[in-house]
């Protein structure tokens, strides 16, 4: 298998390169190579699918982890070699120069910790026809008040997402166009990377992977098939959601195949807060009330409210549990706490210091 670019140099990106800034190399080289503006320039469609295909790598996360896994053992042109995979003397190939390229197969990478599938996860297996791709999938993140996700209940989201052009059924045609048999791929529909016995299957960058081409693109989609439309979700919510939850919806995702997850965001509540399947309040109370004990009207998670006795004496800081009236999952519920705090005067009047000075002497308190 022969070495493939280095996809840094691809872009122009150093290691460091963020997200971002592999996304906007990637926009402006493709806008400079793409085939559309440079008719007859058979370079430019090659630079294309070179770009294409270190983007696909460089933009996923995982991907791009196990990208640099593998470069760091001389798995790329441009980056470091690593002896025991190429096939130096004793190998049965002949030793070049350092700067002639690494060439190996899957089986060179096996006594590397199983560097072997993390290349075949990357690219593909050498002899498959092409690497699957998968389906679409679109992913959010939904922001959720803090009693739908202790509760349950439904809440409407609006995603960008991908579906089939109206104009031209997906077929990338305006109106009367004809349609032939895409030049750059011989109706494939995918285009191939590297050199040797290795290749990676990519979709043509010209047909978009269709394998044929229109005489004239659709004036609605510009020949891609699809246009981009705001899809409208209803989504249950289940009881008992944290922070972080992940749900996948089937079939809800672009072009309606591929799945729809989203990652929950709940929004912090002004009276509530959160402990496990127990919800905690704080509610004020003044200096009497912790002193001499009282009776306060306390909201439960469901909007209902209880009558909660305070006893005399009453320090801050102290809770008192209503059963029953916490979070339920899973056959479980839990409890409500309800934790005073005792409210002090900023101020005093000079009645106001007397009597309590009269009460610190009367109690034995220093002051």
């Known amino acids: 298998m022969a070495a493939t670019k280095d996809y840094y140099q691809v872009l122009g990106v150093p290691e460091t390169a963020t997200v971002d800034e592999i996304k906007r190399a990637f926009r402006r080289l493709a806008k400079q190579h793409h085939p559309d503006r440079n008719p007859g320039k058979p370079q430019a469609a090659e630079r294309f699918k070179e770009i294409n295909e270190a983007h696909d790598v460089l933009s996923d996360p995982p991907k791009r982890k ?106 990338g045609a305006a109106p009367g166009a004809t349609i032939s048999v895409c030049p750059e791929c ?39 098939g699809e246009v981009r439309v705001e899809k409208r979700l209803i989504i249950t919510v289940p009881p008992g959601t944290e922070d972080g939850t992940r749900m996948r919806l089937k079939g809800q995702g672009a072009k309606g195949k591929g799945d729809v997850v989203v990652q929950f965001q709940v929004e912090p509540d002004r009276f509530f807060r959160r402990e496990g399947l127990d919800v905690v309040c704080t509610v004020p109370i003044n200096l009497a009330q912790a002193l001499l004990g009282s009776k306060i009207k306390v909201r439960t998670l469901e909007g209902r409210h209880v009558l909660l006795k305070v006893p005399p004496g009453t320090p801050h800081g102290q809770r008192f549990r209503i059963a029953g009236q916490g979070i339920e999952k899973n056959g479980r519920r839990g409890d409500q706490y309800v934790e005073v705090r005792v409210e002090i005067p900023d101020r005093l009047t000079p009645e106001q210091q007397q009597v309590v000075r009269a009460f610190a002497e009367k109690a034995g308190l220093k002051y």
């Open 186 to 224: 011989n109706g494939r529909g995918t285009i191939s990377f590297g050199q040797g016995g290795f290749a990676v299957n990519r979709p043509c960058p010209v047909c978009r992977g269709k394998g044929r081409v229109p005489s004239t693109r659709c004036g609605t989609c510009q020949g891609a």
């Open 66 to 171: 196990q990208y640099d896994q593998l470069r760091k053992y001389g798995a790329f042109a441009g980056a470091g070699r690593y002896g025991g995979a190429g096939r130096g003397p004793g190998r049965g190939g002949g030793g070049g120069p350092a700067d002639s390229g690494v060439e190996f197969d899957l089986s060179d990478l096996g006594s590397f910790g199983g560097l072997g599938d993390l290349f075949s996860s990357i690219f593909g297996k050498r002899g498959e026809g092409r690497m699957e791709e998968a389906e679409d999938e679109v992913e959010a993140t939904v922001s959720i008040p803090f009693r739908v996700a202790a509760l349950g209940g439904k809440v409407p989201v609006t995603l960008p997402m991908a579906e089939v052009c109206p104009t031209c059924g997906g077929d």
